[in-house]
T-cell receptor
């Protein structure tokens, strides 16, 4: 069964500092992995996704994530935090079993950027 | 492209009444849509998968008679919360599966339901 664990429900970084949001997954099949961002009272916006191919995935707003099969991880990084990055971030894994492409979400990490 | 809208964005209703939430794919046809529920400061929980022209598939623990889902066209799915109670107050988010067949989902902006 698929599941996602996000370590750290809250992460605070200074503006300009490195952002690292952790995500570990469990999947019985090769996973499709996603990072979404949610701003207050809004839906989710896709940051990036890994399906196949290159394990280092680049997304929007300067974010990237690396799929590490040996570590079952898909951590999200950004070299330099911006105030506008403050939001809730969700890691998700796709459920391929039933063919309906259901997504299982982690519990989310709230990123605070300190000026 | 790939825009999903929801209406209303916010709704307040009294206990015992029913509320309908609409989810529309604006520029593509969505044979499969998903309904999620999100409690404050928590993650999204899948409630049901909505397939055009057929019955929705509900996740374990979700009452299908309370949360009625209709997917009558390729661009519209509706969620009706029947006989709403305060514990139904939540943020409801819909999404549509990418019509290109990838595993991506496009999310609506969500509907904040408050039951008084």
């Amino acid at each position: 069964a698929q599941s996602v664990t996000q370590l750290g429900s809250h992460v605070s970084v200074s503006e300009g500092a490195l952002v690292l949001l952790r995500c570990n997954y469990s999947s019985s099949v090769p996973p499709y992995l996603f990072w979404y961002v949610q701003y207050p009272n809004q839906g989710l916006q896709l940051l990036l996704k890994y399906t196949t191919g290159a394990t280092l995935v680049k997304g929007i707003n300067g974010f990237e994530a690396e799929f590490k099969k040996s570590e079952t991880s898909f951590h999200l990084t950004k070299p330099s935090a911006h105030m506008s990055d403050a939001a809730e971030y969700f890691c998700a894994v796709s459920d391929l079993r039933r063919g309906a492409n259901n997504l299982f979400f982690g519990t989310g990490t709230r990123l605070t950027v300190i000026p | 492209g790939a825009v999903v809208s929801q209406h209303p964005s916010r709704v307040i209703c009294k206990s015992g009444t029913s509320v309908k939430i609409e989810c529309r794919s604006l520029d593509f046809q969505a044979t499969t849509m998903f309904w999620y529920r999100q409690f404050p400061k928590q993650s999204l929980m899948l409630m049901a998968t909505s397939n055009e022209g057929s019955k929705a598939t509900y996740e374990q623990g979700v009452e299908k008679d309370k949360f009625l889902i209709n997917h009558a066209s390729l661009t519209l799915s509706t969620l009706t919360v029947t006989s709403a109670h305060p514990e139904d107050s939540s943020f409801y988010i819909c999404s549509a599966r990418d019509p290109q067949g990838t595993h991506e989902q496009y999310f609506g902006p969500g509907t904040r339901l408050t039951v008084t």
